[in-house]
């Protein structure tokens, strides 16, 4: 079975930092594409970075491009999302998910980021 | 900036038939995008429902359907139920590693 599980989501002040991960297991992690995304409080859900297994390439949003940084660990089956220069509109859960294709399938469960001083 | 539309609220009778749709700003949807539909719960992670415009993800009953209708991809709800009552997202794949959700269609069934 695919499961994803997220962790690192937390409480920060503006401006700070905080690495998510998202522990992944039942697929194929190292060749596989994996993204991130995000629900604010009360609103729909925003892409945010995808990671290429095959190519390594990474992609971002223009909100978080130059702030955020998508990468993996295949030794530990894990995905990350450092977040730097934290903004109260960064506030959100974020979700990882599987890429089988240009579709998002599965999702984990999320981890709350809360950006407030 | 490319902008993906859904209607922001829908509401159908149990047993009724629903059509939901995602369009662009400016263009068309088309298979090329790969549009793909996610129903959400309050406090729940997405589910996937449909991708690749009209394939029913693993689980799901064939009361959605996907496909596309005009300009715009939709999802179609045949024989709505109340625990479909939820929000649904489209998602299209603009290239270049770049995915556009939609701002979701909050889902009423009285």
């Known amino acids: 079975e695919v499961q994803l599980l997220e962790s690192g989501g937390g409480l920060v002040q503006p401006g700070g930092s905080l690495r998510l991960s998202c522990a992944a297991s039942?697929?194929?992690?190292?060749?596989?594409?994996m993204s991130w995304v995000r629900q604010a409080p009360g609103k729909g859900l925003e892409w945010v970075s995808t990671f290429s297994g095959a190519s390594g390439n990474t992609y971002y949003a223009d909100s978080v491009k130059g702030r955020f940084t998508i990468s993996r660990d295949t030794s530990k089956n894990t995905l990350y999302l450092q977040m730097n220069s934290l903004r109260v509109d960064d506030t959100a859960v974020y979700y990882c998910?599987?890429?089988?294709?240009?579709?998002?399938?599965?999702w984990g469960q999320g981890t709350l980021v809360t950006v407030s001083s | 900036q490319t902008v993906v539309t859904q209607e922001p609220s829908f509401s159908v009778s149990p047993g009724g038939t629903v059509t939901l749709t995602c369009g662009l700003s400016s263009g068309s949807v088309s298979s090329s995008y790969y549009p793909s539909w996610y129903q959400q719960t309050p406090g729940q992670a997405p589910r996937t429902l449909i991708y690749n415009t009209n394939t029913r993800s693993s689980g799901v009953p064939n009361r959605f359907s996907g496909s596309i209708l005009g300009n715009k991809a939709a999802l179609t709800i045949t024989g709505a139920q109340a625990d479909d009552e939820s929000d649904y997202y489209c998602v299209v794949y603009m290239g270049s590693g770049i995915s556009v959700f939609g701002g979701g269609t909050k889902l009423t069934v009285l």
């Open positions: 039942g697929f194929t992690f190292s060749s596989s594409v």
């Open positions: 998910a599987a890429r089988p294709g240009k579709w998002f399938d599965p």
